[in-house]
């Protein structure tokens, strides 16, 4: 964490904002808007703790115009138990925070380790703050058990992350007042559509079902006959039995977002609404937000509808098993479900008619691999396989992404205040970086100073059957801004829509549930006032206040700015604005938090995997080049870990930003993305889940043997097909160069001059190859 310009501050001004600690002992105060950020050195650390809240004064400048402080004042200390491995070291209990942040262990005296044992993971209450020459004292509230009991990981993670995962004891007696089933009275005012086959498809582990489906051919206009489709998208109606005020309101917008872990979930909801009342399981009636939609031949929304409806589904799909009926109407699957086929059909038109209306308007759309943990009894990963995308996926995604564009351009049209997905396209900065990028490559394509979705797609396709194409994909996602919710409609760029909000899954995120109460208030003829319910608890990632700096609440540094394109905002009294920024900043604060518990527990699983395999040698590829090293892609494991920079061998390699490359300056060896390497596993550290490689030359172990066998430079390995001649002579080219080096680092040595003073020939570049690597797929 750097400050982004030194003239932000200056010298003896004094900064308040959070500390951020590092693993290596120092620390940052990041100020609340985020501009600003202090480097603390160790020694300031030892009285503050991560995610204290401090005034620093700027006491320097390092070399590069960072600022450097010292704390004055301790504001407020954070509350929150800390959690840890309790050890017993020279007569001493200590707790070696999991956190790694926190940067001191706690101490505990004897009488306050409560139960626990030696090695167990516990959470620890701080009793005595720490000072400059004190560690800080705690006691044990909690005992979580041993590290490798399943679900350990699991545990950890939600309290590391701070991760709500129990429900007050008023919000479950409220849902065990809900009734098991619909009431007449439930049922007032709503069109009944339980004849309608409405069917969810779902993954094969899925629990909830936020939403139901169904199709039909339709007229439109004075056509004779059907000339476009009728589309049914049916959503839970979480609104109808979680009021605002109300306990089940309090903790679900505390929670802003369901959390996924492998085998298990820790939901928004109780599991009475979250899987029961609210999820429109098979053959029971349930209540719903319906959005009814004419879709033209050329897959525009021609005319739309929202009503509140009961329905009853008529089935529970899984992909898999649309994606087979899809492909063979005649098997077994089909003639299973004989009934509902046609309208599956009817689905797989529209959604044909649709993917051509995402081609005009140029939305980018990535190839990508995504991968899915299978763990076994135990808890532990027994392998990770790559999740296939079909049709049956992409047909519910423009289903859904069809309903969220009409109940954004509903909203926007009442003109009334609601949240907004938006996705911004990239900054002056990364458009810059991209641009050198592309124009390194020699692509002989490139984006313009305001470029649009169009042109990220044309990317995209242009590259998509490039060996490196993963990495410039990678390059072109990274270079667009995170998507947020924001009060302030400023539209999707990587979907190419105009206006956009989340509609379809009010079970698992809390924005969804404020759109379904924006559109009931407006179906109704009234206004939507948002009241915020207070919060316990919230991430680490913001700070924000009503009544804040500008009337609204402001977002910290690890979080996009909200847009401020004025005709997109909508006047409202100072109150009701604060409240829609400071429920933008809360829900897209949880969910990327709610991520990083995700990959924080996929990574600890990853690590445990990764520890069995210890001295293992498997082929890669090289997915992410870095100034410190090359990100290592395992084939068939997908797993990926760290070749540092110092495992290249013997010389200086240079980071290319603009080429996304390590380049040797005495050899030229180059590691660029797609680079097919050999690696061993060398080191697992299950505290900071990290997996460090090492790039194996091949012959190393036959030489010591006396054996023969054929030796690849550095690791780096041939493509599976035989190579061509010129492949070979440049491989022959890199061997020649080896040797002369190694003469020429025992005549240096011998000479007393250090072995990277010898110079050798340049240019060889390591082969490149295809990758598959997970990536988030989030609206």
């Known amino acids: 964490m750097t400050t982004q310009t030194p003239h932000l501050v200056n010298l003896m001004s004094e900064i308040v904002g959070t500390v951020h600690g590092h693993r290596d002992g120092h620390?940052?105060?990041?100020?609340?808007?985020?501009?600003?950020?202090?480097?603390?050195?160790?020694?300031?650390?030892?009285?503050?703790?991560?995610?204290?809240?401090?005034?620093?004064?700027?006491?320097?400048?390092?070399?590069?115009?960072?600022?450097e402080g010292q704390v004055l004042e301790i504001l407020e200390r954070r509350k929150t138990p800390i959690i840890g491995r309790l050890l017993h070291e020279g007569g001493a209990w200590v707790v070696a925070p999991e956190d790694r942040r926190f940067g001191q262990d706690i101490l505990i005296p004897a009488k306050g380790i409560a139960n626990a044992e030696p090695g167990q993971v516990v959470s620890v209450e701080l009793t005595e703050l720490p000072s400059l020459h004190a560690q800080p004292v705690g006691r044990v509230v909690e005992v979580l058990g041993g590290i490798d009991d399943p679900g350990m990981e699991i545990e950890i993670a939600v309290r590391k992350y701070e991760v709500p995962h129990r429900f007050n004891d008023d919000v479950l007696a409220q849902a065990a007042k809900l009734p098991e089933k619909l009431r007449p009275a439930d049922r007032k005012n709503r069109i009944d559509l339980t004849d309608v086959p409405l069917v969810t498809i779902d993954g094969e582990d899925a629990r909830d079902f936020d939403d139901a489906v169904y199709c039909e051919p339709a007229k439109i206009g004075r056509s004779k006959g059907p000339n476009g489709w009728r589309l049914l998208v049916a959503i839970a109606?979480?609104?109808?039995?979680?009021?605002?005020?109300?306990?089940?309101?309090?903790?679900?917008?505390?929670?802003?977002?369901?959390?996924?872990?492998?085998?298990?979930?820790?939901?928004?909801?109780?599991?009475?609404?979250?899987?029961?009342?609210?999820?429109?399981?098979?053959?029971?009636?349930r209540l719903s937000m319906v959005c009814d939609m004419l879709v033209t031949a050329e897959g525009e929304v021609h005319a739309y509808q929202f009503y509140p409806a009961v329905i009853c589904s008529h089935a529970r799909f899984t992909y898999t098993e649309v994606a087979a009926i899809l492909g063979n109407t005649r098997g077994p699957e089909a003639q299973r479900r004989a009934d509902l086929v046609p309208h599956l059909l009817d689905l797989h038109e529209v959604y044909r008619a649709l993917l051509k209306s995402r081609a005009v308007r140029g939305a980018v759309d990535f190839e990508t691999t995504e991968t899915q943990i299978v763990c076994d009894d135990n808890g532990r990963i027994a392998k990770i396989v790559p999740r296939v995308r079909t049709e049956a996926h992409k047909l519910i995604e423009e289903a859904m992404l069809a309903a969220n564009v009409c109940s954004a351009d509903f909203i926007s049209r009442a003109k009334q205040p609601s949240l907004y997905r938006v996705h911004e396209g990239p900054t002056p900065e990364k458009r810059t970086l991209l641009k050198n990028y592309l124009k390194a490559l020699g692509l002989g394509l490139s984006i313009s100073d305001e470029p649009t979705p169009a042109e990220f797609q044309a990317l995209a396709q242009a590259s998509k059957e490039r060996p490196d194409a993963q990495q410039i994909h990678t390059m072109l996602l990274r270079s667009m801004q995170q998507a947020i919710y924001t009060p302030t409609n400023s539209g999707h760029f990587g979907l190419a829509y105009e206006a956009y909000t989340h509609f379809t899954s009010p079970i698992r995120r809390y924005p969804d549930l404020l759109v379904h109460r924006v559109i009931k208030a407006l179906l109704g003829s009234d206004r939507y006032v948002l009241k915020l319910p207070p919060v316990q608890s919230s991430p680490s990632y913001f700070k924000g206040r009503p009544g804040a700096k500008g009337g609204a609440a402001q977002s910290a540094k690890g979080l996009p700015k909200a847009p401020v394109k004025v005709a997109a905002r909508i006047k409202l009294p100072p109150e009701e604005a604060a409240a829609w920024e400071t429920a933008g900043i809360h829900c897209s604060s949880n969910e990327r938090r709610a991520d990083e518990a995700s990959r924080d527990v996929e990574a600890w699983l990853k690590c445990m995997f990764m520890r069995e395999r210890l001295g293992e040698e498997y082929g890669g590829t090289v997915s992410t080049v870095t100034s410190f090293g090359l990100f290592i892609h395992l084939d068939g494991l997908y797993v990926e870990g760290l070749v540092h920079i110092t495992e290249l061998g013997g010389e200086y390699f240079r980071f290319d930003e603009a080429r996304q490359e390590l380049r040797g300056e005495r050899s030229g060896l180059r590691y660029a993305s797609g680079a097919r390497v050999?690696?061993?596993?060398?080191?697992?550290?299950?505290?900071?889940?990290?997996?460090?490689?090492?790039l194996v030359r091949e012959g190393e172990d036959q030489a010591a043997g006396g054996g023969g066998g054929r030796r690849r430079q550095r690791g780096v390995e041939s493509p599976g097909r035989a190579p061509a001649a010129s492949a070979q002579d440049e491989l022959a080219d890199v061997k020649r160069t080896d040797r002369e080096t190694k003469r020429a680092a025992k005549r240096a040595s011998a000479a007393g001059k250090p072995a990277g003073a010898a110079s050798g020939k340049g240019g060889k570049v390591a082969p490149k190859g295809p990758v598959g690597r997970k990536t988030s797929r989030k609206h």
């Open 27 to 67: 620390g940052f105060v990041s100020t609340d808007d985020g501009e600003s950020t202090i480097y603390i050195p160790p020694q300031e650390m030892r009285s503050v703790m991560h995610r204290d809240r401090v005034k620093v004064r700027v006491l320097r400048f390092d070399r590069k115009g960072r600022p």
């Open 237 to 285: 109606d979480v609104s109808h039995y979680v009021k605002p005020g109300d306990p089940l309101d309090r903790d679900a917008y505390e929670r802003a977002t369901s959390v996924y872990f492998p085998r298990r979930v820790i939901p928004m909801l109780p599991e009475k609404l979250s899987n029961g009342l609210c999820s429109l399981n098979p053959d029971v009636e």
């Open 678 to 694: 050999r690696v061993q596993v060398s080191r697992v550290d299950l505290d900071s889940r990290k997996i460090d490689f090492r």
